[in-house]
């Protein structure tokens, strides 16, 4: 089984959001920079569903020579080879043609990337890949079970879950419960610097949407404390103040 | 004088069923794409796939909708991701509609990448304002797991945008809805994903569109302790969630699981009883409209972000809280 994984470069969890130039630029000075966390729990169930020989797990990501760190974090986890389509990611559509460009003639049984990334949090790669190379995409999956050519998921939907099969090539968007993310060890870390790291060239892409500014979220005035024996002036308030109750 | 536009833009939103019914976040996607087709002066249509009573589909008119296709082929009772794309994407060909609103709900967010590129539309997910049309269509996003905002333009012809749940609110605006049966050809390979249970538990509020939430942390120490939680989120009929070392600790299930890297949520209140607000968690929670924090640290980071507080052991706290709704609902 071939299993390709697609990885985004974010900041770290624990980053400080600012920005610069007029709020129209993420401010990079001092971000630390990850595998974003859901692609890490796609990439350690594709090694999960590969281990004994049973297959290989290459990763793709679209960036420019920076993410090569974050690349090899990936192939420290476990992936066997690593792919780096050269070019900025201008926005998702760009990035999932890219993806679909690279693995249209390269036989993946599967293709998993995470349920969303932490910057700018679209949900989209993963269904845009599926429609351009015209295979099935489950979004935010919770569970993946492969037997043969026939995948059984559990998607998330509100209040409740959804079981579902599918056979041949499909991609897929992974959650929490998919798989525990795993760690690098020190082999891991060791033999990622020898494992092949391929970079390709960018094919011709429009993007169709531009990001022009960012805002942070309007800080709230200074907190209400209530007394802890003082309950019913917290639900007084709630209703007749807040209004939300 | 009427300002000079080459054409008006026509409207389209999906209205996502659930077991022949819509949610209030599907009535807030159709209020929403009802102010977008004011602001393109059309009207709005809307499209239904599944099993859904023409009774059902005439609500739709309450929140703007004035005309409302009706798909319910047999193979497309059941949500099938590829297909469902390929008949909304039909259906805003046929009808020359530009713009397509979807809300931005687990299912949305598998459907609006897809009709997207179909399209070769700019998709805007995660929504939280009507868009600026100003010289450029541009929309309010969350983005940084709602440590941020990005302001996106779609510079494409065709637009997609996913509505967040609570961000606009329900609106109603009542026309008379005509109701059309309409029809696309689905592709047999658009039909690979073949539904075989849905597991509903029927007596919880669902999470991610919930108006309400109570969430707990590590600070009641045991899955055994979430009873008054749960009590607490009866009373207000409210959702219940956690933080990120609880479902990591499986007290609770990871659909709970809310913060960066669990699921970002708006509701209007949000009511944190022993989580410290690490700065992972702040982020999912931050567009709460109302935060209530109980815990016992006053030095907690969550009192700085929060609206009300009580500094207090959540075992004390929250039955006293429980009693003084009881009492308030009388």
Not at chain 1, 138 to 158: C, Q
Request: a negative charge.
């Amino acid at each position: 089984m071939k299993i390709l994984v697609c990885i985004s470069n974010v900041p770290d969890t624990t980053t400080k959001i600012t920005f610069t130039n007029d709020n129209t630029e993420f401010n990079t000075s001092g971000v630390q920079y990850i595998v974003n966390p859901y692609d890490e729990i796609a990439l350690s169930r594709a090694i999960e569903l590969t281990e004994g020989g049973k297959g290989t797990v290459t990763v793709i990501n679209v960036g420019e020579a920076a993410n090569d760190p974050t690349i090899r974090k990936a192939l420290a986890i476990g992936a066997d080879d690593a792919v780096r389509v050269n070019a900025a990611p201008r926005d998702a559509y760009f990035v999932a043609k890219q993806i679909a460009a690279y693995a249209k003639d390269k036989d993946f049984n599967l293709i998993l990337t995470g349920r969303e990334s932490i910057d700018y949090n679209g949900n989209q790669v993963a269904a845009m890949v599926g429609e351009f190379l015209d295979i099935p995409s489950v979004s935010i999956i919770k569970k993946l079970d492969i037997d043969g050519d026939n995948a059984t998921i559990e998607r998330e939907i509100e209040g409740g879950k959804e079981i579902l099969t599918v056979s041949g090539k499909f991609i897929a968007s992974c959650a929490e419960g998919v798989a525990e993310p795993k760690i690098p060890n020190m082999r891991g870390i060791m033999s990622a610097r020898t494992k092949p790291l391929n970079v390709v060239d960018a094919v011709d892409a429009e993007a169709v949407t531009k990001v022009t500014k960012y805002e942070t979220p309007a800080p709230r005035g200074t907190v209400k404390l209530i007394p802890a024996d003082q309950t019913e002036s917290l639900i007084d308030l709630l209703h007749s103040e807040a209004k939300v109750i | 004088m009427r300002e000079f536009r080459d054409k008006n833009m026509s409207v389209l939103v999906y209205v996502e069923q659930a077991e022949g019914k819509f949610k209030k976040s599907v009535f807030e996607a159709v209020s929403y794409a009802k102010a977008i087709a004011d602001q393109q002066s059309t009207n709005l249509t809307a499209i239904s796939i599944g099993d859904v009573a023409d009774s059902e589909l005439k609500e739709l008119g309450k929140y703007g909708a004035s005309k409302v296709l009706n798909v319910s082929a047999d193979q497309l009772k059941t949500f099938v991701n590829q297909a469902y794309a390929s008949v909304i994407a039909a259906a805003a060909e046929k009808e020359g509609a530009d713009i397509i609103i979807l809300s931005n709900s687990f299912s949305g967010k598998g459907l609006a990448p897809r009709i997207a590129v179909k399209l070769k539309a700019g998709l805007a997910d995660g929504a939280v304002e009507l868009p600026s049309t100003d010289g450029k269509f541009s929309v309010k996003k969350t983005a940084f797991s709602g440590k941020a905002f990005a302001i996106t333009d779609l510079t494409s012809a065709n637009k997609v945008i996913a509505l967040n749940p609570n961000a606009f609110g329900v609106k109603e605006n009542a026309t008379d809805a005509t109701i059309e049966n309409f029809t696309a050809d689905v592709k047999q390979s658009d039909l690979g994903t073949v539904i075989k249970e849905i597991v509903r538990a029927t007596d919880k509020v669902s999470l991610p569109d919930a108006e309400l939430v109570v969430s707990a942390g590590r600070g009641l120490k045991g899955p055994e302790n979430w009873g008054m939680i749960e009590e607490l989120a009866g009373l207000l009929g409210a959702a219940t969630a956690c933080s990120k070392p609880v479902s990591d600790a499986d007290w609770r299930p990871h659909s709970e699981h809310v913060g960066q890297t669990g699921i970002a949520i708006s509701p209007n209140l949000y009511i944190a009883i022993g989580i410290s607000g690490a700065i992972q968690h702040l982020a999912g929670v931050s567009s709460s409209k109302v935060i209530v924090v109980i815990n016992k640290d006053p030095e907690a980071p969550f009192f700085k972000v929060a609206d009300y507080g009580i500094v207090g052991d959540a075992f004390e706290v929250v039955p006293k809280l429980i009693e003084a709704l009881k009492a308030h609902k009388g």
